[in-house]
């Protein structure tokens, strides 16, 4: 490559990370120079488009992650950029080198991915998983490379039945057992032994108890929604009459568009009593009234003007969780949206219900958490 190349190639990187720049707050920007360095000028070009076309955060930020691995698996495999439309011969070697079987692959170097294929992608930071990908997450990176090419207005191959055939097949070669986002549900009994972990003298303390508190209030939001939260999504609401007589503070957080809802749809949760108590005491301590409303606090004491990444959000979850003497390895963020609906089925709070403050949309995936909670407590499971 000569000088006059060279030059072209950093000037193009530099131009596409400062387009990324533009959209900085739907994605990872921790990776934004190896983005710039894989993605091509159409990659992020179409990123930005879908941004000004209202797509969710979430989403765009799966699709920017999903196509940058396409890319770089892409450049190591065939040593050329991803080639749109897509033929049907590279997505089979797509499936043949992310579901494979490890016993074969101990006799057979060449069945799965190749050797310098997986090392260049773990060299660039886009592997980390040993073994063969999941079934899921196969699926996944092919429905948005489908729906990338869509985009493009481009037809490809993913409904022909040479693929569909090749994915029902390895995936039957080789059986994994589907395993929970959190091995265990964060139910009540478990939430109450890490909050007892949070003191009232410390802000660190103040924050992660209105963390965990909304979080499994609210419905068992998920750690993004918790992250992204921010004072004006909150609407202080008149207050409701205990079962006691008492007046409780009362408020609702307008999620607005989210996984589960329609592309129009504002959702809304409501939180009453000691939830609201414990957000109320974290935003007075730590001096928030706009902006984000959980943040990062620095060893000094100093709370951030940003939000806090999603990531952090389960930190704290895994962090408390180890203070209260229970073993880390089972439980996340995710465990208090579980354990939000498998304390409602335990409590025979009525499925529907539930719902309207969960905000999940699949009855059946619902329902899952009161089937096994009737099943747990049922006769056939106390036959001695």
Not at 57 to 64: C, G, I, P, S, V
Not at 136 to 153: C, E, P, Q
Not at 209 to 226: H, K, N, P, Q, T
Not at 292 to 319: H, M
């Amino acid at each position: 490559m000569d000088i006059l190349t060279a030059n072209t190639a950093t000037d193009a990187i530099a131009r596409r990370a400062e387009t990324l720049d533009t959209i900085a707050a739907v994605l990872p920007m921790d990776r934004r120079d190896k983005l710039a360095e894989i993605l091509t000028d159409q990659d992020v070009e179409t990123l930005k488009h879908l941004l000004n076309e209202g797509m969710g955060a979430n989403t765009l930020r799966a699709l920017t992650s999903d196509l940058a691995y396409l890319e770089a698996w892409a450049m190591a495999a065939t040593a050329n950029p991803l080639p749109w439309p897509a033929p049907e011969a590279l997505l089979l070697k797509f499936v043949a080198h992310h579901l494979w079987d490890p016993a074969r692959r101990e006799n057979d170097a060449e069945h799965g991915i190749p050797a310098e294929v997986d090392w260049a992608l773990r060299d660039g930071g886009f592997l980390r998983s040993i073994g063969p990908h999941a079934p899921d997450t196969v699926r996944r990176r092919l429905a948005n490379w489908s729906t990338l090419t869509k985009w493009r207005g481009l037809d490809g191959a993913f409904a022909s039945p040479a693929l569909k055939s090749a994915l029902r097949l390895a995936v039957r070669a080789v059986p994994r057992p589907r395993r929970r986002k959190s091995a265990k549900a964060v139910t009540g009994d478990v939430l109450a032994k890490i909050l007892a972990t949070c003191r009232t003298d410390d802000l660190r303390d103040i924050r992660d108890r209105a963390i965990l508190m909304v979080a499994f209030a609210s419905g068992g939001r998920r750690r993004s929604e918790i992250a992204s939260l921010r004072c004006d999504q909150i609407t202080r609401e008149e207050p409701v009459t205990g079962e006691d007589g008492s007046a409780l503070p009362s408020l609702s957080i307008h999620l607005g568009r989210t996984k589960n809802s329609g592309a129009s749809q504002d959702e809304v949760v409501y939180l009453t009593g000691r939830p609201v108590e414990a957000l109320n005491a974290w935003l007075a301590a730590a001096k928030i009234g706009s902006g984000s409303v959980f943040r990062a606090i620095d060893r000094w004491g100093n709370v951030s003007r940003r939000g806090l990444d999603p990531k952090a959000v389960n930190d704290i979850v895994k962090r408390r969780v180890a203070m209260a003497g229970l073993e880390v390895g089972e439980f996340s963020a995710h465990g208090l949206r579980s354990g939000y609906l498998t304390e409602a089925a335990n409590r025979g709070i009525p499925l529907p219900e539930a719902m309207e403050q969960s905000r999940h949309r699949s009855v059946q995936q619902a329902s899952s958490y009161y089937n096994n909670a009737t099943r747990r407590s049922g006769r056939a499971a106390r036959m001695i």
